[in-house]
């Protein structure tokens, strides 16, 4: 067996099902993940997993790799240990990092049973791992291309985005949204990722084009929104954001007023959307 093989083995038979959000369940011969549990949270079939683990699979992707990654808790040194030995390269320094590491990852496990959205954005707001119900409220991730989990790009050229604010909070939240990218663009001049997007931003949204012309460096901060939800109709959320996380990642975490009819629908939403996750 090679190394790459011998080490997907052994770290999942490491992890336990309840580390992941999932029931440990009866007639478990073995602690750790079993493939197809592998197979899901990595968003890949269940024989490709086999094929990796008998060294039949070559050359899997850096994105796939990136998914096995944070499906198995890895740290930043087994991360890149992973990369080399599937002959793909590191992730660069200086670029804007997008692993999610292991605590955000248990962060967000932990929210999988109470009404909070809950999701992981990296320093250009581009979105990385989210929690079920923050899926059933904006979109499947699995389903959308990366440009479109970018929450910059969403806001100022998706005219579907199922968020509004008050008109006050509106201005705030996208001159704070252009002020996030300006500083990511000085923390990570060599990443060709970022003048991409802006390029693309300036391009397709006169609005962010004149934003952007204003020179605005900041943070997002903590706002009030009304997501709306063919389901259970509109839901007025608090959004909290907490920033300076490991590689600029941004903590964000939506909540209710206890007890509220809205925090009632984020509980109906939540019990919806992990019964799609386990289906």
């Known amino acids: 067996m090679d190394e790459f093989a011998q080490v997907l083995r052994a770290w999942r038979d490491r992890v336990r099902p309840e580390d992941v959000g999932l029931p ?9 993940l079993r493939r197809e549990e592998l197979a899901l949270i990595a968003g890949v ?12 699979a070559r050359n899997p992707s850096p994105q796939l790799l990136a998914s096995l990654a944070r499906a198995l808790r890895l740290n930043d040194g087994e991360r890149d240990h992973l ?6 390269a590191v992730p660069p320094a200086g670029h804007v990092p997008r692993d ?6 248990r962060m967000v496990d932990r929210f999988r049973d109470a009404p909070v959205a809950v999701a992981v954005h990296t320093a250009i707001y581009e979105l990385v ?7 059933a409220l904006f979109g499947d991730p699995a389903s959308q291309t990366r440009l479109e989990r970018n929450v910059a790009w969403r806001y100022f050229t998706d005219s579907a985005m199922p968020v509004t604010h008050t008109p006050e909070d509106d201005e705030e939240y996208a001159r704070d949204l252009v002020g996030h990218l300006r500083t990511a663009a000085g923390r990570y001049p060599g990443d060709p990722q970022i003048p991409q997007l802006i390029a693309k931003l300036l391009d397709a949204s006169p609005d962010f084009a004149r934003r952007w012309k204003e020179g605005t460096v900041g943070e997002l901060r903590t706002s009030r929104k009304t997501v709306h939800n063919d389901l259970v109709g509109d839901i007025v959320v608090d959004c909290d954001t907490l920033t300076s996380g490991p590689g600029d990642q941004t903590f964000v975490i939506m909540t209710a007023a206890p007890g509220s009819e809205d925090e009632q629908k984020l509980d109906l939403l939540r019990v919806i959307g992990l019964q799609e996750l386990r289906s």
């Open 129 to 135: 791992l989210c929690n079920p119900l923050w899926a």
């Open 100 to 105: 999610v590491t292991p605590t955000a990852q």
């Open 45 to 56: 079939s269940v024989d490709y997993v086999v094929r990796l683990e008998q060294g039949r």
């Open 24 to 32: 440990p369940g009866l007639g478990r011969r073995a602690p750790g």
């Open 83 to 88: 990369f080399r030995v599937a002959g793909a």
